[in-house]
């Protein structure tokens, strides 16, 4: 309750402050925050990372896609759909015409079949 308290008068003493600051001190952050993108180092930095862009989104690309081969390899158990919309996994399937058909040898109390 006190964090939320907190929260609460800091959001209003921002807002009190920012209001009275008003147009003026909008338009000298934005005209400094101008100057420092117009910066030719700033500039250059950004020109440096646009040619980077293409190298590190491949490389992310890449680990994707390594990273869903090896979850692809954990998963357990046999799961297909068609293009007709036909279903199939271990404990039933769904045929094109909506109709399930299910598994059920697997499925209550028994010594057995329990964990």
């Known amino acids: 309750m006190r964090n939320k308290l907190l929260l609460l008068v800091g959001a209003a003493a921002g807002y009190v402050l920012g209001a ?3 147009r003026e001190r909008y338009d000298q952050i934005a005209d400094q925050a101008s100057k420092a993108w ?6 250059e930095t950004v020109e440096q990372v ?3 862009a293409p190298e590190l989104g491949q490389k992310v690309s890449d680990q994707a896609k390594a990273t869903a081969d090896e979850v692809k390899a954990k998963v357990t158990g046999h799961e297909s759909t068609d293009a007709d919309g036909t279903y199939e996994n271990p404990t039933g399937s769904l045929d094109g015409d909506g109709e399930a058909t299910v598994d059920a040898t697997g499925f209550g109390p ?3 079949k329990l964990p």
Do not use: D, I, L, S
Not at 38 to 43: A, I
């Open 110 to 112: 028994g010594g057995e």
């Open 38 to 43: 117009g910066n030719p180092k700033v500039q």
């Open 50 to 52: 646009k040619a980077k």
């Open 20 to 22: 009275r600051a008003g």
